[in-house]
């Protein structure tokens, strides 16, 4: 009972990573807490979808502190922490949870966005 509770009940990451541990190369530290988001972000996405969901989505915030995190993307998250890295910071905190989402249809005549199957073998944009 508490499995199959636990398979449809995300629980989110609320965390404030130190990147100075004594002892430790600092590029290793930050390589590690990378990987340890990442492993959160695929374990939650391998979890059973609630009934008429599509796709598990996230909702982030990112700060130095859990007191002035903001609300960030998830695509973003990487960028951040590598400011925070660059920049010399101590610790920064991160939040994310999972919910479910659902896709929209696109509307009826609406072409699709352009892409790569638009360009032609010369490199110019085909009509």
Excluded at 23 to 36: F, Q, S
Excluded at 61 to 80: C, I, M, N, W, Y
Aim: charged share 35%; proline share 6%; glycine share 10%.
């Amino acid at each position: 009972m508490n499995q199959q509770l636990s398979q449809a009940v995300p629980s989110p990451m609320r965390k404030t990573f130190q990147l100075h541990v004594e002892g430790k190369n600092r590029d290793r530290v930050l390589d590690a807490v990378k990987h340890e988001i990442r492993k959160y972000i695929k374990r939650e996405r391998r979890r059973d979808l609630p009934e008429g969901a599509d796709f598990w989505d996230f909702d982030c915030q990112f700060g130095p502190t859990k007191e002035d995190a903001a609300v960030a993307r998830l695509s973003a998250l990487t960028g951040l922490i590598n400011g925070v890295a660059a920049e010399g910071g101590a610790q920064f905190y991160v939040e994310i949870l999972a919910k479910p989402g659902k896709r929209t249809p696109r509307p009826a005549g609406e072409a699709p966005r352009a892409g790569a199957d638009d360009w032609d073998e010369d490199g110019e944009e085909g009509a």
